[in-house]
């Protein structure tokens, strides 16, 4: 039998409160540490660039004290999207294919480009959603807010609401767990009336009408959660005006010069790893 | 001036043909604690929302200090001078970290770093959460997060507190420590308008409104209040403490408890009985302990008449993850044919997830569990077709209607069962007809058009019409108002009575009262069980949680020599029990005297 639980695998999010120095840093050094993963990430042209990327970002959750098991956990669920992506790779041929044809089954082969694609892209997303694990795991989501409010400082010299649109990114952090919890609430209400849920079906239209019954009451949820929020903070004042913060972030020479050497990296990685040739002239 | 003042208000939610709220004068003194009562959909609510600029008014006018909630500049300088705090505690947390949230409104009047910090210290200090600071909202106990909804409103340093049924999702520890603060705000000078479905924190109140349809019906001393013959029609109820110093008086017509508490009413008594006879000594018999005397059921061989039986059953939510918690802790309980089980403790004692071990929507990490004879556990166990035998009504399950007309959403569990046509159309009709909704007017009324208490109701049915053996009830009846608690609590009786199995959890020890059996948990364990006599009248009151008044007041009774054993649970029993003291002979008819507490 299995659990009707939301959380186990979500991995992606959730602020894990370790204390470490790698916690302890400014939201502002933490944005630019998730860009110099993230950029290179993207910018790899091959498997092992991406999985280096990723094996850096898990030596940095050593520090952060952030199991490395706790981000690997997190592709869990992501799973199934790569093997979507790897079965598409594998029937569509990609034009001017000139590698080794692996393996043949009637209309469909399987060149060797087309398996360095698949794992190119599979170590990529991978090393993505390691380098976001680690980010939310070791940035609280204030300090997410903080640290868009703090990138966007400057520009509300020139009229742009800084402060909006980090409020913008806190509340849709902010919504992940709560809609997860109205979420399973209703799973739980409407398998207690007989609906397929955690009973193992593997009829995909089963399981899809299964889920009906619980988006449109988890949309109206989500609408009054909404309104609510929005109650609480209209009536404590909030106009979308000017504000206040009670946080600050005091950034020491050591955290001025380490923010340098994370741009540093940012550009040369991102170079490097671009220049590295393509296999298989793909 | 008065502080706040009301004339004339009408208001109208956009495309509804009746008023939600009518012609309401009304004015209110600085350091007033004004309660607001009425059933569910009377318009409280909307009152406090015009009160603070959130819901627009159609007519009349409404000041608080002289400014006008209408007015967009007006409005913000009076939301400076106003806090607000809502019913549900979650919902209104607006930061992630404790100190952030409260810093909330202050941070939104722009005012310095310094003096931010200086307010948000003192208003946590205030509230009692100081060592919390740092500590994420989310972590916070429900009460402690209310608590910290009401630092949050304090940092504004507001002359007006507004109280939306703030208590409604808090357990009665929480509650105590919410309203005390209140008390003590008030006390500094604070104005506190509580919108409330309790009738005992009415009586906290100097003055009450009574809100029937969107009119203003009362507006007294809630001493007066509950003497009103219309009680019932307005969906209120007597305070315990009154309701029994009134049946007292019915045939002794000098007792005047001096207040409200259980010891006001011992007083009572003890000068009553001096002055009726003074020799009379009633002789204190040596009270057992609850756990002495508590049944050895649980170690009784399992038999058909069981329901459910938990045992040792230990639960931990992502176990093996960095998230892990443990919800339950060896619990053993069983519900048997027949039975009304009540399951009480604080929140996160373990409650909900004790009764979803019930229809095996939680499997336990250990222990073991039957349902209606059946192992779930056991390969090839069908779950839906068990799940539909042990049904359960999570919290709030007017949440997870999703059909557009009722009478299909009552249909939805029938229909998985696979009833079809005639049998079908007869299991919704009498699922319906059971709460009070009539099958033939609600049938196609949009769920959307419901009230509240109606959508509770509508949900219940959708529960009964899948005709289970067995009930697991979460909370059925938070946030109902007294007349829709009544109901609900007959409709429990009644379906034990056609031989179910009913299992509730409830923050009410009256409500708990009513069970035959009572489950205390206290973090994942069960601490305390027993019938309702052997749970709520020994020696110590159950862990972490207070007696239920009556209860209380019997054995102040006891302990006092005046009685020979506390036996009462309700008003009624105890009454009859005081009535006793003073030679009266028994009524012979409290609904239940509860005969098992007497040894």
Known sequence: MKDLEFFRNATLGQYVDSRSRVHALAPLTKYLGLLALAVPALASRTAYAALAVMALGLLVALAAKVRPAFLLRGLKPALPALALIVALQALLSWPGDASAVLLRLGPIDVTLGELANSARIAARLAALMVTLGLFTATASESQIVHGVEDILAPLSRLGIPAHRLALVVGIAFRFIPILAGEAELIVKAQASRGADFGSGTRNPLRRVKAWLPVLVPLMLRALERSEALVEAMEARGYAGGLRSRLATYPVGPREKALRAGLVLFTLVSAILVSMAPAPFGT | ?599
């Not at chain 2, 506390?566 to 003073?582: C, R």
């Open chain 2, 1 to 599: 001036m008065a502080f706040i003042d009301v004339r004339r208000l009408y208001h109208r939610y956009p495309g509804s043909p009746v008023h939600s709220l009518s012609d309401i004068s009304f004015q209110i003194e600085p350091g007033e604690y004004l309660a607001v009562l009425g059933a569910n959909g009377s318009g409280k609510s909307t009152l406090v929302r015009c009160l603070d600029g959130l819901a627009e008014i159609e007519s009349g006018t409404v000041r608080l200090g002289g400014l006008d909630p209408m007015n967009a500049d007006e409005l913000a300088q009076l939301r400076a001078r106003t806090g607000l705090v809502f019913q549900s505690p979650a919902d209104q947390l607006v930061a992630s970290v404790v100190e952030e949230d409260c810093a909330f409104g202050p941070e939104n009047l722009g005012l310095p770093r310094e003096e931010i910090a200086r307010r948000v210290a003192s208003a946590l200090e205030a509230a009692g959460l100081l060592a919390e600071r740092s500590r994420p909202a989310w972590a916070l106990s429900a009460g402690q997060q209310q608590r910290l909804a009401v630092a949050g409103a304090l940092a504004l340093e507001p002359e007006l507190l507004l109280l939306d049924e703030a208590t409604a999702m808090i357990d009665p520890p929480g509650r105590t420590g919410f309203l005390d603060l209140i008390g003590r705000l008030n006390a500094e000078g604070a104005t506190v308008v509580h919108v409330t479905h309790s009738m005992d924190e009415a009586l906290r109140a100097r003055r009450v409104l009574v809100l029937h349809r969107g009119r203003l019906v009362f507006d007294g001393a809630p001493g007066d209040l509950f003497e009103r013959p219309e009680l019932e029609a307005w969906s209120l109820s007597r305070p315990v403490s009154l309701e029994a110093a009134r049946r007292g008086r019915a045939t002794f017509p000098e007792f005047r408890p001096a207040g409200q508490a259980p010891s006001d009413f011992r007083d009572e008594l003890a000068r009553l009985a001096r002055l009726a006879r003074p020799a009379r000594q009633a002789k204190a018999a040596p009270l057992a302990r609850a756990a002495e005397r508590a049944p050895a059921a649980s170690v009784d061989a399992p038999s058909d008449d069981d329901a459910l039986i938990l045992e040792k059953v230990a639960h931990e939510y992502l176990g093996g993850t960095e998230l892990s918690r443990r919800a339950l802790d060896g619990v053993s309980l069983r519900a048997r044919k027949g039975e009304l089980v009540a399951l009480v403790g604080a929140t996160g004692s373990g409650k909900s997830s004790a009764l979803q071990h019930g229809n095996a929507l939680l499997a336990p990490s250990s222990g073991q569990v039957r349902i209606l004879g059946r192992d779930p556990a056991a390969k090839g166990a069908d779950l839906k077709a068990l799940r539909s035998r042990a049904a359960l009504a999570v919290q709030r399950p007017e949440t997870a209607l999703f059909e557009t007309c009722v009478g299909d959403d009552v249909a939805f569990g029938p229909r998985n069962q696979g009833l079809r046509g005639k049998p079908l159309v007869e299991r919704v009709r009498s699922a319906m007809e059971r709460v009070q909704l009539p099958y033939a007017e609600f049938r196609d009324r949009p769920v959307r058009a419901l009230s509240g208490g109606e959508k509770r109701r509508a949900a219940m049915a959708g529960v009964l019409a899948l005709d289970p053996e067995l009930l697991l009830l979460d909370e059925p009846c938070a946030g109902l108002d007294p007349a829709g608690r009544e109901s609900a609590l007959a409709l429990q009786a009644a379906l034990k009575a056609e031989g179910r199995a009913v299992a509730v959890s409830t923050h009410s020890m009256d409500d708990a009262t009513r069970a035959d059996r009572v489950y205390v948990l206290e973090r994942g364990r069960v601490v305390a069980e027993g019938s309702p006599a052997e749970v709520f009248l020994g020696t110590e009151p159950p862990p972490g949680l207070e007696r239920p008044w009556a209860a209380e007041a019997s054995v102040l009774l006891w302990r006092a020599g005046l009685t020979a054993a506390p036996a009462a649970l309700d008003a009624a029993a105890l009454a009859d029990e005081a009535l006793a003291v003073l030679g009266v002979p028994s009524s012979g008819g409290g609904p239940r005297a509860a005969g098992e507490g007497a040894p």
